[in-house]
């Protein structure tokens, strides 16, 4: 079966980029040409560029590329129709009136005719997503970019891999009804889930068990929460999982921690992505922070107010060239033009500002957590930031999971005396103990957030009714 999987499921439908092909500056001339020919909004906007590019030396050619118009989600969501490239003209709408596809339909379009197009929704502090649209060329791309992220994690092609998400995020509900056809053609079962409970758990674990997976793909936060009902229950730690691959959040130290104490076995890897590019990189090294561009797929560059420009290089349906993800990173280029992510926080917004004036992301704390934790034994399994404005007056609540409640007072002096020196801008400080953190896990979770921190959808949690 895993023979079938690896060369049926993954070598005729879902077709890998070629292991050598034109260099990314050949990819960038290409995607640009294309999107000046055929993408309503980028119609006419390269014609200097492409005419002027092709005899410039490297540097000049990026420096020339570094000056293109900057495409923001702002500009998705008001003029989504003109980011469609004109070949989607005539295709099927899979998901109109928000109606999946029947079985017989949705093998017949994907596999068969291959004339589909789907849109699917990005996240969003606002709440508010906006969309892309994929046609069968670029869902592959897209597929095979969650692939190499996997690749890199130690998976393989023909290995049986277990996805955990919310039941309305993505196409989880289209996926788990339609799981004996995807688990046979690509070993890939979707377990779908509304909220996270003992039984749910459970569930997981012995389908874990049952598909032989040797992959989980899940969110950060939701398996935090697996950990804990685990541990409170008395379950046994879960052993035989060789890859656990996350995204979506920031991963804690902390969190990683507690983590492997349940799942042992499992070499736990991070990988950054976005709805709109599907992954673009992945973790290089110990660090969640520290990620490798998926070069195939994506360009990425340092983009203003602590953003990033990712352009990219194979979807064609939908073009996307130099958007702003509003996330933090710093973007290194090598000599050879390798690309890594540094310091990847997450949302720009993620922050509080200090008495000294600074903006401090989750990593500060990350780091505050780290510290604590080895000065006392590492009893702190998880933690989050509320801040929060109420008449004028401005609070910050450091709020703390413990595997070893009699830690507390000395955790709790630790974090008041260096959040007092850093922060005294603030009017009152508290520390709290949890025994878990109540969040709706269909939402994505942030380590600072202001009041309860749950503004934010996962992607695809909102679908579009209809084409218009």
Known sequence: MAFMRKVLGYSLILKPPAVSGPSRRDRIMDIVSHCNKTTPFYKGKFDYFLSTSRNLSEEEFYYAFSHLPIATKQDLRENNADFMCESLNGKKDFLAEGKSPGAWEFLYHTLIKKDFYTSISTGGSSGVPTFRWLDHDDA??????????????????????????????????????????????????????????????????????????????????????????????????????????????????????????????????????????????????????????????????QGPENTMLVTSLRQKAFPLIRYRIEDMGKVVTDMDGAQTITMLEGKNTDFIRGADGYSYYPSFFNALVNEINKAFGFPITHFMLRHQTIRNKTYLQMNYVMNDPEKAAAVEQASLETLSRYFSNFDAIDIRFWPYFEHDYTRKFKIIGEGDGLAEVVGGYHQRAAAS
Not at 193 to 203: G, N, P, S
């Open 140 to 301: 592959n791309i897209f597929a095979q970019s969650f692939l190499q992220s996997f690749r890199l994690n130690g998976w393989k092609p023909g290995e049986n891999f277990v996805v955990f998400y919310p039941l309305k995020s993505y196409f989880t509900g289209a996926y788990a009804a339609h799981e004996t056809a995807l688990r046979r053609l690509f070993g890939f079962t979707m377990v779908p889930f509304e909220e996270i409970t003992k039984e749910r758990v459970l569930a997981l674990l012995n389908t874990l068990r049952q598909r032989r997976a040797t992959l989980l793909v899940i969110f950060p936060c939701v398996l935090q929460r697996i950990a804990e009902i685990m541990a409170a229950e008395g379950m046994p730690p879960f052993e035989n999982l060789p890859y656990i691959n996350v995204s979506g959040e920031f991963f804690l130290d902390c969190s990683k921690r507690f983590i492997q104490t349940m799942f042992p076995d499992s070499d736990i890897q991070s990988t950054y992505g976005a709805v709109e590019f599907g992954e673009i990189a992945h973790q290089s090294g110990m660090s969640a922070q520290d990620c490798k561009v998926l070069d195939e797929y994506a360009y990425v560059e």
